[in-house]
Nanobody, 117 residues
Framework: QVRLVESGGGLVQPGGSLRLACAGSGFTFNIYRMSWYRQAPGKERELVAGISSLGGITNYADSVKGRFTISRDNAKNTVFLQMDSLKPEDTALYYC??????????WGQGTQVTVSS
């Protein structure tokens, strides 16, 4: 069973940084695409960033491009989301997801990111 556990969320001031991590277990990590999604109150869940199984291809939502960086360490079964220049609009519950063959196989429980002064 795919198990994903996010960490690293918290309260940060506008302009600050956070680094999220998602540790996977129960599946062959290096053959899964990993993604970060977020959901703010009253909003639909949206894809923030994705990274291919070996890390060669990344993609980002326009709203975070240039500020967020997704990476992975397959030896540690972990995917990261480095978030810089955070804005209040980034406030959301952030989820990690593992996908294969175009389908999401599992979700993490989410970690809260709050950007506020």
């Amino acid at each position: 069973q795919v198990r994903l556990v996010e960490s690293g969320g918290g309260l940060v001031q506008p302009g600050g940084s956070l680094r999220l991590a998602c540790a996977g277990s129960g599946f062959t990590f290096n053959i899964y695409r990993m993604s970060w999604y977020r959901q703010a109150p009253g909003k639909e869940r949206e894809l923030v960033a994705g990274i291919s199984s070996l890390g060669g291809i990344t993609n980002y939502a326009d709203s975070v491009k240039g500020r967020f960086t997704i990476s992975r360490d397959n030896a540690k079964n972990t995917v990261f989301l480095q978030m810089d220049s955070l804005k209040p609009e980034d406030t959301a519950l952030y989820y990690c997801a593992a996908s294969r063959l175009g389908q999401v196989a599992g979700w993490g429980q989410g970690t809260q990111v709050t950007v506020s002064s």
